[in-house]
Nanobody, 122 residues
Framework: QVQLVESGGDLVQPGGSLRLSCAASGRMLRLYNMGWYRQAPGKEHEGVSCISNSGRNTYYADSVKGRFTISRDNAKNTVSLQMNSLKPEDTAVYYC???????????????WGQGTQVTVSS
């Protein structure tokens, strides 16, 4: 099995910054795309940002472009999300997702972390 553990969620004032991190561990053969999603109360699950296994390709939702930056460290099996100029509408539970291949299987699997709360409020 694969475990994803997020950290970095907190209460921050509007205009502030936070850095979320997600560490993957377990019986992975290879990590592929990794990304961050969020869900606010009463709203749909939203894709925030993702990054390819090489790190060369990234995606950002329009709502976070220019404010959030995704990065990964393949040596440590981690993905991070630097969030600047935070707004109240960024308040949500943020989830890490990773697509992996497992030893002994030819398929790819998606795993999710347990979520970390980000609250932007004065």
């Amino acid at each position: 099995q694969v475990q994803l553990v997020e950290s970095g969620g907190d209460l921050v004032q509007p205009g502030g910054s936070l850095r979320l991190s997600c560490a993957a561990s377990g019986r992975m053969l290879r990590l592929y795309n990794m990304g961050w999603y969020r869900q606010a109360p009463g709203k749909e699950h939203e894709g925030v940002s993702c990054i390819s296994n090489s790190g060369r390709n990234t995606y950002y939702a329009d709502s976070v472009k220019g404010r959030f930056t995704i990065s990964r460290d393949n040596a440590k099996n981690t993905v991070s999300l630097q969030m600047n100029s935070l707004k109240p509408e960024d308040t949500a539970v943020y989830y890490c997702k990773a697509v992996v291949s497992l030893r002994g299987s030819r398929y790819e699997y998606a795993y999710w972390g347990q979520g970390t709360q980000v609250t932007v409020s004065s």
